[in-house]
């Protein structure tokens, strides 16, 4: 059956792809709906800050996971019908979480969600395809896929500090849940009962896999979030964890290898040019990670507003924006992929060293503007060449696996970029921030000097004496620690800065990446 005649006759092409683009964007913004603004949410669920990079990277498990499976959801369902199935699945899931406080079932409920947003992803792409006939449809649709869950974070934190500086947090959810059922009319106005494919029966599916696949993916994000501060393995969690991410994944492995119908091929890592866009990816997403560094200073040491680090981030999204349109202008032109992977990495170098020298207690907008806005234009102008890149690689009969191993590896990019950083941070800030404390103290005439200026500032404010001497001692103190995150982040992004030049340069050397021209070329445009 033609892939268009799930639609009704009746609806005309622009108001089917306008419906399509709306009923797409929920399942990609929604994903960062909690983790725009973890400060808020953190002490709604009172639980701690770090906990919500740990919320966020098991709804990306579970939405990975289930990604390897959704195909055969949508295969066996009408579209209609299935379409309307996730919305109100989702609806639950969305009003659900305005009420829960439990952490406990907050992370169930997540994972939930995560499993969610995947079952609508790949269907939506299909037909999203189908209505552009240009032989550059794949670079138009995944272009506007990605530049939407790559602007996520800016769109959700701005609707929400709109919202919490007005109402409450149960209105943002309130007004999501609003989007959804907007969608479910529009998808009743555009689709018939038509099925897309076949119907394939759903006991085929390798559950057992899949279970296999979703523990691997959440106790290896519990290693990776959890592990500094627990310790590593001188806690038993992190130690359980390990364990079962081990096993686990090598049971999941063996079970593919033998599998009569297998989630996952692992015949198509064995290409090098799949490989190293694997590897690209890690390596973009541990760069991406600095981005929290950066929002992180602007809370801690430069003291912004939520509020106005919401609109900053717009320029961040610009700068998205910018490098995912010129990157498919470029693609469209044939241009070699391995010069914008370059050029990307190169802007991602620039962003790193300059923000380095940024690091300082006075800054302002008119300082950041600029390379806050490079570090977006990175990302947007190496993302869609390389998820085509690496897709293009692959035979026919493995391209739906190369597109999974993409989702996959920007997931664990996406944990251990967090990894790497927050462990980076916390030694380096504990290591200056012992250097620095040396010098406060009482023989220090510097240091003396300073609390003494401040233990008179707040006597004339009309504290007591010694209220007023425990009150400048914790604020030398909070200079010294502003400092040692001011300092560490300094190397983090000189060391980074410094990789990401030798990585470029094993890229512009890269002989598998040279001679993939062609090959590239004919799978996106098919000459």
């Given at each position: 059956m033609k892939a268009g005649s799930v639609f009704r006759e009746s609806i005309p092409g622009w108001l089917i792809k306008a419906g399509l683009v709306f009923c797409t964007l929920p399942s990609t913004v929604l994903l960062g709906l909690y983790n725009s603004n973890a400060t808020y949410t953190s002490g709604y669920l009172g639980v701690e800050p770090e906990d919500m990079q740990f919320i966020m990277s098991i709804t990306y498990g579970a939405l990975i996971?289930?990604?390897?499976?959704?195909?055969r959801f949508y295969r066996f369902f009408a579209t209609r019908n299935y379409l309307l199935g996730i919305s109100v699945l989702s609806v639950l899931a969305l009003m659900l979480s305005?009420?829960?406080?439990?952490?406990?079932l907050f992370i169930f409920l997540r994972v939930f969600d995560g499993i969610v947003m995947a079952l609508p992803g790949g269907v939506m792409i299909q037909l999203l395809l189908t209505r552009f006939k240009s032989k550059s449809a794949r670079i138009i649709v995944f272009s506007f896929f990605y530049s939407t869950l790559l602007c996520s974070p800016a769109i959700i934190a701005n609707m929400v500090a709109f919202t919490l500086d007005r109402w409450d947090w149960r209105y943002m959810i309130y007004g999501a849940v609003g989007v959804q059922l907007f969608g479910m009319l529009i998808i009743l106005l555009i689709f018939n009962n038509n099925r897309l494919h076949r119907s394939l029966p759903l006991y085929q599916i390798d559950y057992a896999g899949y279970i296999l696949l979703l523990a691997v993916l959440l106790c290896g994000t519990y290693v990776l979030v959890y592990g500094e501060k627990r310790y590593w393995l001188h806690a038993w969690d992190i130690r359980l964890s390990l364990t079962v991410t081990i096993i686990f994944s090598g049971l999941f492995i063996l079970r593919q290898r033998y599998a009569k119908r297998p989630l996952f091929n692992f015949d198509v890592?064995?290409?090098?040019?799949?490989r190293?866009?694997?590897l690209i990816f890690i390596v973009l997403y541990?760069?991406?990670a600095t981005l929290n560094m950066v929002h992180a200073t602007m809370v801690q040491v430069w003291h912004w507003e939520q509020l106005y680090i919401a609109r900053v981030q717009w320029i961040n999204a610009g700068g998205?924006?910018?490098?995912?349109?010129?990157?498919?202008?470029l693609l469209a032109r044939q241009f070699p992929v391995r010069y914008i992977f370059s050029i990307a990495f190169a802007a991602m170098a620039v962003y790193l060293f300059w923000f380095r020298w940024l690091y300082k207690l006075d800054v302002g907008i008119e300082d950041i503007a600029l390379p806050y806005m490079l570090q977006g234009f990175s990302v947007g102008f190496i993302f869609t060449p390389l998820v085509l890149f690496i897709v293009s690689q692959a035979p026919a009969h493995l391209s739906q696996y190369a597109t999974r191993a993409g989702a996959a590896t920007r997931f664990w990019g996406t944990s251990l970029g967090f990894c790497i950083t927050h462990n980076l941070q916390v030694f380096l800030?504990?290591?200056?921030?012992?250097?620095?404390?040396?010098y406060v103290t009482g023989t220090n005439p510097i240091a003396e000097g300073r609390i003494a200026a401040a233990t008179q500032s707040f006597i004339a404010k009309g504290y007591p004496a010694d209220q007023a001497a425990n009150l400048a001692f914790r604020q030398i103190d909070g200079s010294v620690r502003a400092q040692s995150i001011l300092l560490g982040n300094m190397e983090i992004f000189t060391y980074l800065g410094i990789f990401v030049v030798c990585f470029i340069v094993l890229i512009l050397f890269n002989n598998h990446l040279?001679?993939?021209y062609n090959l590239f070329r004919n799978k996106i445009f098919g000459y």
């Open positions: 996971a289930t990604m390897l499976i959704e195909n305005a009420y829960v406080k439990n952490f406990t890592l064995k290409d090098p040019n799949i190293s866009g694997l541990t760069c991406r998205v924006v910018i490098g995912i349109v010129l990157a498919g202008w800030q504990r290591k200056h921030y012992i250097s620095l404390s040396q040279r001679h993939t």
